[in-house]
């Protein structure tokens, strides 16, 4: 069964900055699209960034512009997501996501294959 794995989370103080990354188990990553995702407590998951197959298309949720920046190595089978100038309202668990078809979108529902997540505290 495919199987993506989060990690990088953690606890950091407001203005800060966290590396989440992103490995699949047992499948590659070069021929998806994926994007990451966060929970907060009491709210629904949202779009946070996507980046196409071959890295040549990215999206950001408005909130998070400027700030966080999506990145994949396909040759490590790897992707990134670098977050700077982390504010409390990023508190979060975020999660990745993958979709073969389609695009690099930011809506929970076009993707197929889910992480367990990570979490992210900003907090002084």
């Known amino acids: 069964q495919l199987q993506l794995v989060e990690s990088g989370g953690g606890l950091v103080q407001p203005g800060g900055s966290l590396r989440l990354a992103c490995t699949a188990l047992?499948?590659?990553?070069?021929?998806?699209?994926i994007g990451w995702f966060r929970q907060a407590p009491g709210k629904e998951r949202e779009g946070v960034s996507c980046?196409?197959?071959?890295?040549?298309?990215?999206n950001y949720a408005d909130s998070v512009k400027g700030r966080f920046t999506i990145s994949r190595d396909n040759a490590k089978n790897m992707v990134f997501l670098q977050m700077n100038s982390l504010k409390p309202e990023d508190t979060a668990v975020y999660y990745c996501?993958?979709?073969?078809?389609?695009?690099?979108?930011?809506?929970?529902?076009?993707?197929?294959?889910w992480g367990r997540g990570t979490q992210v505290t900003v907090s002084s």
């Open positions: 996501a993958a979709v073969r078809m389609g695009y690099c979108s930011l809506k929970v529902d076009e993707y197929n294959y």
């Open positions: 047992r499948f590659t990553l070069d021929y998806y699209h």
């Open positions: 980046i196409s197959i071959r890295g040549g298309s990215t």
